[in-house]
Structures are given as structure tokens and as C-alpha cells.
């Protein structure tokens, strides 16, 4: 199976407020459904979780509904009363997302159950990361702007007026795709809507219940190949092509490249993407970064930027693009876009990330830390562990005991001494029992051997060097950066 896939519930917004008008008719059945019919990247389901004041009894048909359907309801209070605390549960929401980023790598798509469009800035910082973004609402109360930057937009509207706007979705795509494919990159929303008339001079959004003809178009642009762009720095709305595809059938000379590309060598990837990156910006004067990572899976499906020791798909392009024509910079409109050096104009350039940065980026997140208090931290605790360990028996052997006692003994706080067996476990230094049945904290714990604890440190930063493709010489850098000698 392959749990790609979070899904983020705003439970506030989905019900309308909290005069709890549509309580009875959200059922998380069919918009778990509508997400799968409607969203083919979206696999299995690895986390569900949905933000409201549970404790609140009106909430009561809500939750069990959650439960039924594995969804984990978290509790936020303050979320329906007095004003200031409303978005306490978007801030929450907000917090599980870049919490997940870090720790659940492997997540590809993020599906937020909202219209609020304070959520256009989280789809963004998504993006960064190489994320793909999927915004499922009711269609009338959706914030354009968020339905604008997200990659696919599901809505769960049910009015009677359903049918009608299905019967003229073909004819409405068949104007914008002309349209948009004259221009060959976006056309205006007044055209599109003159046309329109022209070509369909019986229509009317009012009477589909629009009041006005963005968020009709909007509505019909749902789940297409087109997007809604709505300006936050003012000018005319305009309709364009979302995030597509390169067919590896469609260059020959891609294809071919992509074909002698070593996967597993970051320097032999970053060739082929500057080339890829280059076919795409014949097109626009910026690419948004989805559209790169849309095509470079499609040409590597198993693509990820962990494999070469980044978080976000940001810096691992601001290393591919280093001393190349290509950089990132930020655009009002369109947020991190990727442009050529000569062509930034007004936007704000990132720095590029040069070999010696890259390899501080890969030890620093692998190993945890970069600093020789948190390296002195760990040489005591570890010293204290291995005390007690070959030492006295009235200690317990568990996780628990052992945090316990040594935070007593050092008069280190507890909380200090449990993240450091975090790294001395990662270090391999520690050893759990992984068949005992219980949760780590109550799991009986070993040492590896009579190891020393900075020998178990550089070997894991030279193991993790080699796993890169980083110099050797690089790892003794960082070793030594942070007060630790090397043979």
C-alpha cells in the first residue's frame, strides 16, 4: 500500500460557522469519496484529522461520524466562542502540516477540507516543499484566491442547480481551451466572458446562483486543466493553464537525456533538470515550482528530494540551479517561482546553495544538531547512560527509568536528556527492544557494545556522506565544526 496522503479537516468552516446549519449534512463518507473519485494521485491515507470544539454536545453527531470513519478528531477549545480565538484551530491545522512535512517525508499530497482563504499562504509554503496541494469546500463559500493557488480544487456543492452547470461544463472548457491555446499562455476574464455571451447568449451565472461570473467560472473550472488567477496586487483576473505535464514522447531529445540519467547522483539529475527547465521557460518568463516537479516525475515517478538529504524541493532546486542560468525568486503574484537571472525584474532573488552549504544542510537535518552544546549534552548523558547500564542495579532498564535518573543525577532537564537518546538511538548507540510490546518510553534498552559515543557520531556523518555522494572531506569539516576530532 502507499499512504501518500493527509487529509486536514476545518471543520468551522465546512459547517458554515456555528449556527450549525449544515451539521447534519457533512458526511465524511462521501467527501473521503469525492477526494478519491476526483484525485488520482491520492493513493492510501496515512493521516485524517479533523480541528473543532468537541466538547461542545450539538458537535456530538459530528464526531461520531469521525470515528466511524477513522477520522481522529482533535480538540481545540475556545474554537466557538468569544471572538479572537477563531483561528485557533487554522493555527493548529497549520502547526500538524509543517510537523508533518518534517517527520512524515514521504506524504505527497495534502488535502485541506476548507474554504477559508487565510490557507492561500500554507498552499504556497506547500509548494516549496515539492507538495501537491488539493482544496476540497463547498463551491459557493470557497475563497477564489485559495481555489486559485492550490493544484486541484474539489467541490462538494449539492444544489439543485448541479445538472445544468454538468450539461454546460464541455461547452465553457471548449471556449476557455480556444481561448487560452490562441494566446498560448492566459487570457482575460472579460474575454472569456464576452465570448460567452456571444457563443451562448441565453447564459446567465445569476440564474446558475452566482452573483458574479468569477465564481461561476471558477465552479466550472473545477478538476479541468485551467485555473482562476485573481491578482492580490490588483489588475485583471485571468484564466490560465494549471500545473501539466511534459509527455517524454513529446522530446525526443528529454527522453533520450532522461534515459542516461543516474537517479541515484544528485549531479547527474541537476544536468537533466537545468535542460528540462530550460524546454519549460520556452514558454513563460517563470515557472511555478509544481509544474517542475509535475515533469520531473513524470519522467522519474519515484523522484523525492529526501533521497538527496533536503526537506524542500525549494533548496534542493536552489542547488541544482547554482552557477546556471536559472534561479528562484519570489513573485508577488505567483510566490517561489523559478526564472532566469537576467529576467528577475522586481522579484526578490534566493541565494543559490553552493556544495559546502548543501553538505552543513544534509548533516545538520540527518544528524539533528550542529552545535557543540547540544555534542557536550550528549557526551555526558551518554557517559551517565553507560554508567548505569554496566553499573549499579537498582536502576530499571527502560527508556522511561534511564531519562529519568540521569536528568536527576545531571540536573538536566528531562525533556533535554529524552532528545538526546532520540539522537543516540538514531546513532545507533542505543539499543530498544523492538519486540517488547509496549510504547518506546517503556521499552528495555541496551547500549551497542562498549562503543565510544563520538566514534558512533562519526560514523554515522561518514556513512551519511556516502549515502549522498558527498566528499569525505566535506564530513571531516562538519566533524570537526562541531568540537570533534577525526582519525
Keep these: 500500500m502507499n499512504f501518500n496522503t493527509a487529509i486536514f479537516y476545518d471543520v468551522e468552516n465546512l459547517i458554515g460557522g456555528y449556527g450549525f446549519s449544515q451539521t447534519t449534512n457533512v458526511n465524511f463518507q ?63 491545522i497549520v502547526i500538524d502540516v509543517m510537523e508533518t512535512i518534517t517527520n512524515k517525508p514521504h506524504i505527497e499530497n495534502f488535502v485541506l477540507v ?42 462538494l456543492s449539492t444544489s439543485g442547480k448541479t445538472e445544468e452547470l454538468k450539461d454546460l461544463k464541455p461547452k ?31 447564459f ?24 482562476v488567477i485573481n491578482p492580490s496586487t490588483g489588475g485583471e483576473c485571468y484564466v490560465q493553464k494549471k500545473s501539466s505535464t511534459i509527455s517524454p514522447t513529446v522530446n525526443k531529445s528529454l527522453a533520450d537525456q532522461s534515459a542516461e540519467v543516474d537517479i541515484s547522483n544528485i549531479d547527474s539529475l541537476k544536468d537533466f533538470i537545468i535542460e528540462l527547465t530550460s524546454f519549460i521557460a520556452q514558454k513563460s518568463d517563470h515557472i511555478v515550482l509544481s509544474l517542475l516537479m509535475n515533469n520531473l516525475q513524470s519522467f ?74 547540544t555534542l557536550k549534552y550528549i557526551e555526558q ?48 548507540y542505543i539499543i530498544v527492544d523492538e519486540n517488547a510490546d509496549v510504547s518506546l518510553y517503556e521499552k528495555p534498552i541496551s547500549l551497542f557494545a562498549d562503543c565510544d559515543v563520538f566514534s558512533t557520531i562519526v560514523t554515522y556523518v561518514r556513512e551519511t556522506a556516502q549515502r549522498y555522494n558527498i566528499e569525505s572531506g566535506k564530513a ?5 565544526s562541531i568540537g570533534m576530532e577525526t582519525e
Excluded at 50 to 70: E, F, I, K, T, V
Excluded at 173 to 193: A, D, F, P, Y
Excluded at 391 to 415: K, M
Aim: glycine share 8%.
Design 30 to 92: 462521501l467527501i473521503r469519496k469525492r477526494i478519491k473519485e476526483n484525485e488520482e494521485k491520492v493513493l492510501d491515507i496515512s493521516i485524517s484529522k479533523a480541528y473543532g470544539d468537541w466538547s461542545n454536545g450539538r458537535m456530538q453527531s459530528l464526531r461520531n461520524s469521525l470515528l466511524d470513519n477513522g477520522i481522529e478528531p482533535v480538540q481545540v477549545y475556545g474554537f466557538a466562542s468569544e471572538s479572537g480565538v477563531k483561528n485557533v484551530a487554522d493555527i493548529q
Design 114 to 155: 476548507t474554504g477559508d482563504g487565510g490557507f492561500a499562504s500554507l498552499v504556497r509554503k506547500l509548494h516549496e516543499f515539492g507538495k501537491r496541494v488539493i482544496i476540497c469546500s463547498y463551491g459557493a463559500s470557497a475563497n477564489r484566491y485559495l481555489r486559485a493557488v492550490c493544484d486541484n480544487f474539489i467541490s
Design 172 to 202: 465553457m472548457l471548449h471556449i476557455v481551451s480556444g481561448l487560452v491555446n490562441e494566446t498560448t499562455q492566459r487570457v482575460n476574464l472579460s474575454r472569456i466572458k464576452e465570448t460567452t455571451r456571444v457563443e451562448l447568449p441565453d
Design 204 to 227: 446567465s451565472e445569476s440564474t446558475l446562483g452566482y452573483s458574479r461570473y468569477i465564481d461561476f467560472i471558477g465552479a466550472i473550472l473545477d478538476g479541468s486543466m485551467y485555473m
Design 300 to 373: 522519474f515517478p519515484e523522484f523525492s528530494v529526501q533521497k538527496y538529504g533536503f526537506v524542500s524541493f525549494k533548496d534542493f532546486l536552489r542547488y541544482c540551479y547554482a552557477s546556471s542560468d536559472f534561479c528562484l525568486a519570489t513573485d508577488e503574484q505567483a510566490g517561489v517561482v523559478i526564472c532566469k537571472r537576467d529576467n528577475i525584474g522586481k522579484r526578490e532573488r534566493y541565494e543559490d546553495i553552493g556544495m559546502d552549504e548543501r553538505a552543513s544542510l544534509v548533516f545538520k537535518r540527518l544528524l539533528g544538531f550542529d552545535d557543540r552544546t
Design 381 to 428: 548523558i551518554s557517559k551517565a547512560l553507560y554508567d548505569m547500564v554496566n553499573g549499579s542495579p537498582a536502576y530499571e532498564n527502560t527508556y522511561n527509568e534511564f531519562a529519568h535518573a540521569i536528568s536527576e543525577e545531571l540536573s538536566i532537564e528531562e525533556q533535554t536528556v529524552r532528545r538526546c537518546f532520540g539522537y543516540l538511538l538514531k546513532f545507533g
Design 476 to 480: 571531516n569539516d562538519f566533524i570537526q
